[in-house]
Structures are given as structure tokens and as C-alpha cells.
């Protein structure tokens, strides 16, 4: 069997928040079974790189994602990438050293290393092309790279990164017929109950610690393929799951990690709230963590399509 895996490799203080989110959009495209990361894909004693090399053996892109602490820089001079014991060098050298497709992946105005900044078996790292995530173009950057991916692990094209341009050439079959039917179908039914919520809005949030004001961003999709979309938190989108909305109210769930020295923890998000006027009046509660969390209230406004 050909390896057909997603392999995501990031560093936990610089890009956790957004390896959630990828391998949230990813595992509802391509089915968890088929893409690794190591907070839910190692269990408790097993030997970490041991379950790294066979997840790597199994897989045909390696996504590394590069934010701006990437590096690892250290006070003292240098960085965790110039030990050969660091994990992100030895996944990266593994995926370049067995030949997968090694995707850099830019978040937030990340540079991209140069072969200076790499030891020397990461140096190819530096001449692939590399894609960007940013929380301002998070949607259309994320349909870029499903679709990069689609044509990486040969799969179908999805109905969210299709092209235009194909759509319109089927126009005149019969299969888009049904299909534009289905659609007009749907959005009769249930458009007029989310068109509402539909679109980009924006909250200042003020979290439950000292100076933890942010402002958020909520992006919600709807077509005849379901609903999906993404919510920000500490400033990074977080892909939402089991998103419901019933005329005007709405709930999600949306998760990130928190660490404390070396223990990673995973905190869940939950989301509910109603549309009032051109308001979303929103309760986030989470879940999980070394610490209690009480409730965050919020109004977020919706963003002029012009944005």
C-alpha cells in the first residue's frame, strides 16, 4: 500500500495553535485516520521517536509550519534547530532524507529560513515552495492549501477548491443541472435562516487574565455542502467543529493547547450565542487545562464584504 498520510510538523511554542486548525480542516477533508499529529497520535509510553519515524514512513507530504518563532531561537545565541536532538530537525530531515513532498507553510508573515539558517541536511527545506496561512486571508489561504494537497495525494478535487472555470464548462451536463437544482433547493430551505450568520465578524474580547484583550475573527460558510468555518482565539483561527445554526442562534466548539514548561494541554472551546440585529452575541466557556476558567461574554460585528 502506497503511504498516502499527511504528516504535520510544527514547534509547540511557536504554531500549536494553528496545527489545530490545520489538522482540524485536514482530517474533515482527508479523515483523521489519515493525518498525523503528535498531541492526539501518541498515546501515553510510547516512544516518541519511534511513532514519529513510522508516521513518517506512512506519509506522503510533510507539512511544516513555519511561524516566526520557527527556529527556536535561544538568549544565549543559536537555536533549538542547530541540536541534532530537536524533533522539528529530525522530522524535517527524515521527510526530506525519504523523499516526501515537504510543504513549508508560512503562517503570519513568517520569512521563509534561508540555507544559511539551516543545518545542512535541513538546507533543501530552503529552495521548496512554500505556502502561506494568515489569520487576515485565513478561508481562501486554507482552500489553497487543501487544494495543494488534493494534488499532492492525488484525491478528487472538493467541491471547496474546485475551480470556477470547471464549474462553468459543466454547466451545460446534466450532472450540473442537478446540482445547480440542489443548490437553488437547499438555499431555499436554509438560506433564509443563515444568511444572517453567513460572513466574517470581528469582537474585541477581553479573557479572564491580566491584558488579555484580542480581537477575534469569525468566519462562517454555508452551501449545499454543509457548514463549516474557523474562530480565532489569542489572534489565531481555530477550524470549528460541530457548528449548528437554527435561525439565529448558532453554537461551536474550537480547540487549542496550553502549555505549562514542558506538559502540553488541550483546552476546549465552547461557543454559544444569537444573532441580534447586526450583532452576534457570543458565550465562549472552556474546557480543560491546569486552570478554572469562568465564562467570556461578547458582541462581535459583522465585517463589510468590502473587507
Known amino acids: 500500500m502506497r503511504p498516502d498520510h499527511v504528516f504535520i510538523s510544527y514547534r509547540r511554542d511557536d504554531a500549536a495553535g494553528y496545527a489545530r486548525a490545520v489538522y482540524d480542516a485536514l482530517a474533515q477533508r482527508f479523515g483523521a485516520e489519515r493525518v498525523f499529529i503528535d498531541v492526539d497520535d501518541i498515546d501515553a509510553g510510547q516512544r516518541f521517536g519511534e511513532v514519529i519515524v513510522q508516521a513518517l514512513a506512512a506519509s506522503r507530504v510533510l507539512l511544516v509550519l513555519i511561524g516566526h518563532r520557527w527556529r527556536g531561537e535561544r538568549p544565549s545565541g543559536g537555536s533549538r534547530l542547530d541540536d541534532e536532538t530537536d524533533l522539528v530537525r529530525r522530522e524535517v530531515a527524515t521527510g526530506l532524507s525519504q523523499g516526501l513532498q515537504v510543504i513549508p507553510l508560512l503562517l503570519d508573515g513568517a520569512a521563509m529560513p534561508s540555507e544559511a539558517q539551516l543545518p545542512v541536511e535541513l538546507r533543501p527545506l ?31 478535487p472538493s467541491s471547496t477548491t474546485t475551480p470556477r472555470r470547471k ?35 470581528e469582537a474585541e474580547v477581553t479573557y479572564g487574565w491580566s491584558d488579555a484583550r484580542h480581537v477575534e475573527r469569525f468566519v462562517f460558510r454555508g452551501d449545499a455542502g454543509g457548514l463549516n468555518g474557523s474562530a480565532s482565539f489569542l489572534g489565531v483561527p481555530r477550524g470549528m467543529v460541530d457548528l449548528r445554526i437554527d435561525r439565529d442562534e448558532l453554537s461551536f466548539v474550537t480547540r487549542s493547547q496550553e502549555s505549562l514548561g514542558d506538559r502540553m494541554s488541550e483546552l476546549v472551546h465552547r461557543y454559544r450565542g444569537r444573532r441580534v440585529g447586526e450583532e452576534l452575541r457570543l458565550v465562549m466557556q472552556t474546557e480543560g487545562g491546569v486552570s478554572a476558567h469562568t465564562p467570556v461574554v461578547f458582541t462581535a460585528r459583522k465585517v463589510p464584504a468590502a473587507r
Not at 443548490?183 to 466574517?200: C, F, K, M, N, Y
Open 126 to 156: 530552503a529552495g521548496r515552495n512554500a505556502l502561506v496561512l494568515h489569520n487576515a486571508r485565513y478561508a481562501d489561504d486554507m482552500k489553497r492549501l487543501l487544494s495543494a494537497l488534493e494534488e499532492a495525494l492525488g484525491e478528487a
Open 167 to 201: 464549474i462553468l464548462r459543466w454547466g451545460l451536463g446534466a450532472a450540473a443541472s442537478a446540482g445547480i437544482v440542489g443548490v437553488a433547493l437547499w438555499w431555499a430551505t436554509r438560506g433564509p435562516a443563515l444568511g444572517g450568520v453567513l460572513g466574517v465578524w
